[in-house]
């Protein structure tokens, strides 16, 4: 009698199926923890301390953040509160949101929460794109306080007549109606001052979130890179 294939053993293949069922579970397993991991928001003991997280504490919002490319990783990286020359964040160069940079871990994590709430009141992913999520009617979001167009020299700050990025920000949420940008206007969507006040801290803390380069084309747009 031929000897039977082991290509053609039930066997073989039974076994082959559950060895092979209990390595992807093991490693569905690792790879949960590890991304849990990679996505938990710091502290604010992490960014005094120099720790660089991915999703970084809600008090980064005291801090300037820029968007310099990494030469190491081939792509634009957040670096908050300066560049310390090889590669990482200084934590030292503070800046000024709404006239302050002292907000404590609970002022700047209610502001955030209620951005994030407002983000999701107001539908913003109708329009919009959040970390890959939403639609591509508007902008992408994921970078806006990184634009330039925000920033001392830009046209949004000019037109609004307000001599931060910020305040600029926050009237433009408040009255889109007075500023159109484009054909696609945005409607006024009720914002109130405080809301808008949360809405860019959302934003800001967004930009300050490492997602490996992505929106790939965002560091083209002249002046987004060192966050001018």
């Known amino acids: 009698m031929a000897n039977k294939s082991v290509w053609s053993d039930n066997r073989f293949w039974q076994r082959t199926a559950a060895w092979v069922t209990g390595f992807a579970s093991i490693l569905l397993i690792w790879l949960t923890f590890d991304t849990s991991a990679q996505i938990s928001m710091g502290n604010d003991a992490d960014l005094k301390n120099g720790v660089t997280k991915r999703v970084p504490g809600p008090t980064v919002i005291n801090y300037k953040i820029s968007y310099e490319m990494s030469t190491k990783r081939g792509h634009e990286v957040p670096y908050i509160g300066g560049n310390d020359g090889k590669g990482g964040s200084l934590f030292k160069e503070k800046e000024k949101f709404f006239g302050r940079d002292d907000y404590s871990e609970k002022e700047a994590g209610d502001l955030l929460h209620l951005g994030k709430l407002g983000s999701q009141a107001k539908n913003c992913m109708d329009c919009h794109t959040l970390m890959g999520n939403g639609a591509y009617y508007a902008p992408d979001l994921t970078k806006a306080w990184l634009d330039p ?17 910020e305040e600029a ?5 408040q009255h889109p109606e007075l500023y159109p940008t484009h054909a ?3 409607p006024n969507l009720g914002i109130t001052a405080q809301e808008a006040k949360g809405l860019v801290a959302f934003l800001k803390h967004l930009s300050s979130i490492d997602t490996n380069g992505f929106p790939r084309n965002f560091g083209k747009i002249q002046g987004a890179l060192n966050g001018k």
């Open 149 to 165: 167009a925000w920033g001392p020299e830009g046209s949004m700050q000019a037109v609004t007549g307000k001599s931060t990025k």
């Open 169 to 173: 920000m926050a009237e433009f949420l």
């Open 184 to 186: 696609r206007m945005m």
